[in-house]
């Protein structure tokens, strides 16, 4: 079955567009004028991913995707008329996946969906439990499902959560610069600052209270185990 994706932007000329070129590529599209709307769909027909405008007449993007961040961990990828650095930060840090600015080129945020579902597309994988295990002190995760486990309670995480909690799971007790943490987890081709990573480790040590994830001061993090 093809991939669900929630376009919700107000411009009528960007929504055709943007749909055109998502179904050629044979996905299936819904598009939305609100937020209201859009809420409207994730509660009956929820899509795999959105495509989020962040200037929405009433319930604007910011305030849709903390919603959505608070039952789910669905893939958004964030577009806006907004460049400053401060917004892109906001949209992240309140749990987008990607933030892409306008005018943008469609085959750019087509690359970007395809980016983002191959990241997130273990999520459905149907496997036994006991492949991909990963064990660090109190700390759980089946990589094969994409689960997180602290002191045997199951947490639900972001996409990006996720990924830097399994790097550091993977990597333990080596330290990472904020400039790697960018790299390996938003991609080459994020330009934001490196705030973002401050923020989603304050987001990680927030769900995971006790987690020996370390500030190395000048530098980055790292996950201090005494596993090794």
């Given amino acids: 079955m093809s991939k669900h994706i929630g376009i919700v932007e107000d411009d009528a000329n960007i929504r055709n567009i943007v749909s055109a070129y998502l179904k050629k590529e044979g996905y299936q599209v819904s598009v939305l004028e609100s937020g209201e709307d859009a809420w409207d769909l994730w509660e009956t027909q929820p899509p795999d991913m959105w495509v989020l405008d962040i200037m929405l007449p009433g319930m604007d993007g910011y305030e849709f995707c903390k919603k959505i961040r608070n039952e789910s961990d669905v893939p ?122 401050d923020d989603l480790v304050k987001r990680i040590r927030k769900k995971l209270k006790g987690i020996s994830l370390e500030t190395v001061w000048g530098y980055g993090y790292r996950l201090r185990s005494e596993d090794d």
């Fill in 76 to 197: 958004i990828i964030i577009i806006s008329a907004k460049d400053d650095e401060i917004d892109k930060i906001l949209g992240l840090e309140l749990g987008g996946d990607d933030y892409l600015t306008k005018p943008f080129s469609p085959r750019e945020l087509l690359a970007r969906v395809k980016r983002v579902f191959k990241r997130v597309q273990p999520m459905g994988a149907q496997k036994e439990p006991s492949e991909g295990k990963l064990k660090v002190d109190n700390l759980l995760i089946y990589e094969n499902e994409r689960r997180i486990f602290w002191h045997g309670e199951e947490q639900e995480v972001t996409a990006k959560e996720y990924d830097m909690i399994l790097l550091f799971a993977e990597n333990r007790n080596r330290a990472f610069s904020r400039e790697e943490l960018l790299v390996k987890v938003w991609g080459e081709n994020y330009f934001g600052s490196d705030r973002a990573v």
